[in-house]
């Protein structure tokens, strides 16, 4: 009797990207992959060794394959896992969605149906109702996102290959629950106008390729100021970044990682941002990575 095996390799995603919060969102090329197969029971292998993602209840992906089977009308008796994390956990590069999407692949591609962006997001949105890291994880590049009470509106934009991102991943996690706790309820109008105003020349200088409005263009008032007292020299973190030769800095997501855009000396602006992590007593690393353009990727294989 012949297995079948799915395999699923899903990108990491940065959103925000300074003034488009809960809007923007780029796929990265740094990849959480899964590979499951039916079994008796559910048994995880996690590379490397994460105790939390070994428990079924914890584990996002066995959740989504598990809440898929018993809507097929289906017993859901168990799956063999192994998963392989290669983007840390509540750092703010998308970890949770690589698992969401890859479970409803999974589950979409066991049961032969076709996956349309309507039963996409009605299974995503009971797991994460961010469409600013979904989308990116499922379809790769640039994405601009909004989300109604009943439908999702998108679109995938060029990204210009030239620019990179250096990611620089500090040694402490942060929850997206606490970085969303610290926002106002309320802003002023002055600061909705900087943003929208930000935002939209941050799609135009990437359409025209005038890499000199990034800067200017990733700047913002509605989240960033108010999270930035999450992380320790945040303000000398992005000032190393320009002075090393970056175009464009942000918080990625809701953090801890920091991310620049940059068009060379990448090594220089990620030694840099590591170096004002550890004024401040952090340990960090970074990664030079390109912009994933095709997302998501399913393989069937039989043994």
């Known amino acids: ?48 060794e994460n105790k939390f993602l070994k428990n079924p209840e914890n584990n996002l992906f066995i959740k989504v394959v598990k809440y898929l089977c018993e809507a097929e009308g289906k017993k859901f008796h168990g799956a063999k896992l192994k998963q392989t994390v290669n983007i840390p956990v509540a750092r703010g590069l998308g970890s949770s969605a690589t698992a969401i999407v890859a479970g409803i692949l999974t589950g979409f591609a066991v049961h032969k149906k076709p996956l349309t962006d309507e039963e996409f997001f009605k299974v995503a949105y009971l797991f994460e109702p961010h469409p600013d890291n ?10 601009t996102a909004l989300k109604t009470e009943d439908k999702t509106y998108y679109s995938k934009i060029d990204f210009p290959q030239e620019l990179k991102a250096v990611v620089v991943i500090p040694d402490f996690e942060l929850s997206t629950e606490l970085a969303r ?3 106002p309820k309320e802003i002023p ?54 002075d090393s030769g970056a175009v464009g800095a942000s918080l990625s997501g809701a953090g801890s990682t920091m991310l620049a855009l940059a068009l060379d000396d990448f090594d220089k602006i990620g030694q840099a941002m590591v170096s004002a992590f550890s004024e401040a007593g952090i340990n960090a690393k970074y990664l030079v990575l390109d912009v994933d353009t095709e997302g998501a990727k399913v393989e069937i294989v039989e043994k």
Request: no cysteine.
């Open 1 to 48: 009797m012949t297995k079948k095996i799915v395999k699923v390799k899903v990108p990491a995603t940065t959103a925000n990207l300074g003034a488009g919060f809960d809007t923007f969102g780029l796929a990265l090329t740094l990849y959480n992959e899964f590979e499951v197969e039916e079994a008796d029971g559910v048994f995880i292998e996690s590379y490397p």
């Open 134 to 143: 979904l989308l990116p994880a499922w379809k790769g590049g640039f994405i």
């Open 181 to 183: 706790s610290v926002l």
């Open 189 to 242: 109008l002055k600061d909705a106008v900087f943003n929208i105003q930000r935002a939209s020349l941050f799609i135009r200088a990437l359409q025209e390729k005038r890499f000199d409005l990034l800067k200017v263009a990733m700047e913002d008032r509605l989240h960033q100021p108010y999270r930035k007292s999450l992380i320790p020299n945040f303000d000398k973190v992005i000032q190393y970044a320009y």
